[in-house]
């Protein structure tokens, strides 16, 4: 199993401005994943990190503003940079290979003004 | 269309109910796994399933791979079962997910 904590837990951020969520695991883990929850929608994959390397982007977005960092096996930031309104959305980091049980952080809570 | 569809949307029941949520998906998988969403936003694993049928509790998933579609059943449902469920599968040859929309769920004592 893995545990997975998410800092910070929520914030209310001004319009432009830029805002890091991290992501810890309690296991050294190859893949880590960041998703998107608007609301009242699914969760979307923002994209997959894996240490030692570029992370992978999904179609819609863009390193630019979703830049990611994966020091080592354990840790992965999300940066939401030059937020508007439209940023505001639950963020989550998962871990969970193709056919193993998926493991979720408790999510960022994200509001901009 | 999207590529995993679940039904209902939503849906409300009283306590002791038996509950069916179910997922349908287009695409081939690896394996197909069963969400819960609680209010404050946390996701927690239910069942991640490949093939047949597994239960845990009052919960139960099957899977019919050829007619690439699942259940979930919840037996005797209780108001601590208000959730949202979220159909997930795990696309085959990669490790990305595709979620379904998900199920709102509200269970009345």
């Known amino acids: 199993s893995a545990v997975i904590s998410q800092k910070p837990s929520r914030d209310i951020c001004q319009r432009g401005t830029s805002l890091t969520i991290q992501c810890q695991v309690d296991?050294?883990?190859?893949?880590m994943f960041w998703y998107r929850q608007q609301p009242g929608q699914s969760l979307t994959l923002i994209a997959t990190?894996?240490?030692?390397?570029?992370?992978?982007?999904e179609s819609g977005f863009v390193i630019d503003k979703f830049p990611i960092s994966r020091p080592n096996l354990t840790f992965s930031t999300l940066t939401v940079s030059n937020m508007s309104p439209e940023d505001s959305s639950i963020y989550l980091c998962?871990?969970?290979?193709?056919?193993?049980?998926?493991?979720f952080g408790p999510g960022t809570r994200l509001l901009v003004l | 269309k999207n590529e995993v569809e679940q039904s209902p949307q939503n849906l409300t029941a009283q306590e002791g109910e038996f509950i069916t949520i179910n997922c349908s998906y287009s695409?081939?998988?690896?394996?197909l796994h069963w969400l819960q969403q609680h209010p404050g936003g946390g996701i927690v694993s239910l069942f991640m399933?490949?093939?047949g049928k597994k239960k845990h509790g009052r919960l139960i998933a099957t899977i019919n791979i050829q007619e690439k579609h699942s259940s979930l059943h919840i037996t005797a449902s209780h108001p601590r079962d208000s959730a949202v469920y979220i159909c997930?599968?795990?696309?085959?040859?990669?490790?990305?997910?595709?979620f379904g929309t998900g199920t709102r769920l509200q269970v009345f004592p």
């Open positions: 998962s871990v969970g290979g193709r056919v193993e049980t998926q493991y």
């Open positions: 296991s050294q883990v190859t893949m």
């Open positions: 990190a894996n240490q030692g390397s570029e992370a992978t982007y």
């Open positions: 695409v081939g998988i690896s394996a």
């Open positions: 399933l490949s093939s």
């Open positions: 997930a599968v795990s696309l085959y040859n990669t490790d990305k997910l595709i």
